[in-house]
């Protein structure tokens, strides 16, 4: 088991327990043997002129603790290399209202990570930002911005329908710049807020960090809390493609934490429901969720302003590692270059795909999804959807399960077509 503890500097002891990973939170620490993370939100949400009430603070505290130790606690000396049990201690300025919700936040975890959470909140967390000049944004919802296609038709149809989002958005290298244009280009410039996490390991990270995401939903619920004193309810759109959001394994050796589950149905149902429990004003709305990628494109009510701003848009899982560039071969690149195919928009996918003819893509580099993708969607079709999804939709009822099973169907015939283009099949 790995212990980690979160708790404001001055909280740090001297002499450091052997095993403990300590974490200064939201200033930062000269110790050279002490990690950080947060560093300059508290700065950055009052100088954005939000005044967030104590638990929605303490969720976002406690959302960039989860994302610290998720990049602090390496996977490979686990049992099985990958599952972790990890132990967080986290301090908050009003812990007792966690302390009830500490079974229901570990089970959202491990649906998350794939790991065992054991959680303890203490007291003595820093304050919430009181900012002496409270902004009054002229918005009427929340929508996620991260610089990918669907983030930007949500954007693009939300604005076309005449809604003000409060666009929130998580700083990612190689995005950050693309966001900012996204929310400029739709009037939004005087409602983008973009934060960093701003997480500092001192030792080598975990690469297969899987609780980054849940940060992005804390930033949206400071958002919202800016929002709430004028609307009663305020409407937090997730704009995510329901076949990516599934994300259902491709074979037995995708099954847990290896697909990710930041958008999944099960895991945004864990976080509204303590979201309600703690009396946060925000309501999670999934825009796309029986929607292919390739659909939502084609359906965008905007079509010149997407044609304008999709090539700069990103999808791929190993963006960093080929130098911020497409790989091409993954599963999301898969899935964006099938969805221009299927959607008959021209891919002007900035810098282009770095394996750009699937046929040939090979092993070498790193990963290859193709194999997979293609063992799929001849599953697909020679056996049905259900026998491919197996037990992954037992959480829906009969309605949903019948609308995901379409929507995973027509996301893995768009993946055909691009394949048999490539011919790859």
Known sequence: MSKVVCTPPGLVPEHLSEGVEYFAMFKSSSRQDVSTVGTGVLRDVEIAGICPDVRTWDFATFALAVSA????????PSADGWTRVIELSVALVDPKPFALLVPSLQEMLRFLTGDFWRLCFEAGGTPAPASTAPKSFQADCVSLLSGGVDSLVGAIDLTHQGRQPLFVSQMAKGDSETQVRYAKKLGATDRHLQ?????????????????????????????????????????????????ISLNISLNAGRTGSLSTKTTHP???????????????????????????????????????TLAELIGDSTSCGRFGYYNYTHCGRCVPCLVRRASFLSSGLVDTTKKTYHFSKLKTAGRKNGANDIGAVAAAVLRNEMLGVRRLTLGQLSFATPVERAQYEGVVARGLSELGDLLRQEKVL
Request: proline share 3%.
């Open 69 to 76: 130790a998720d990049l602090a606690v390496p996977r490979a």
């Open 195 to 243: 934060w960093n996490h701003n997480i500092r390991v001192v030792h080598p990270t975990e690469r297969s960090t899987r609780g980054r995401s849940i940060v992005f939903f804390a930033f949206a619920a400071l958002g919202a809390s800016a929002l709430a004193a004028k609307h009663q309810s305020v409407k937090v759109f997730v704009p995510e493609n329901g076949f």
């Open 266 to 304: 099960v895991f945004l149902d864990h976080l509204q429901k303590i979201w309600t429990a703690l009396g946060l004003q925000a309501e999670l709305v999934r825009l796309y969720a029986f929607k292919t990628k390739g659909e939502l494109m084609a359906e965008c009510l905007d079509q010149i």
